[in-house]
């Protein structure tokens, strides 16, 4: 089996400590941040709508 991850990488060297940072501190709510979450089987499901659903903002996928 083979499995290929699509990430987004439009970040800066030290974009992701300081997202870290705010979002320890308290200054960044992530709650909302997450719209979509689907089960690993549901994958290409996810994908669709990772990429064509204007709602999504960011979707995850459950392993368990």
Known sequence: R???FAVSK????GDVA????AIA????????L???CLPADEAPRAFELAFNEPA????????T
């Not at 300081?18 to 940072?21: S, Y």
């Not at 999504?56 to 392993?63: A, E």
């Open 34 to 36: 997450i719209t979509h």
């Open 10 to 13: 439009e970040w800066l060297p």
């Open 56 to 63: 999504c903002v960011k979707m995850t996928l459950r392993w």
């Open 18 to 21: 300081r997202a870290r940072d």
């Open 2 to 4: 083979e499995l290929t």
């Open 25 to 32: 501190a308290g200054a960044v709510d992530t709650r909302r």
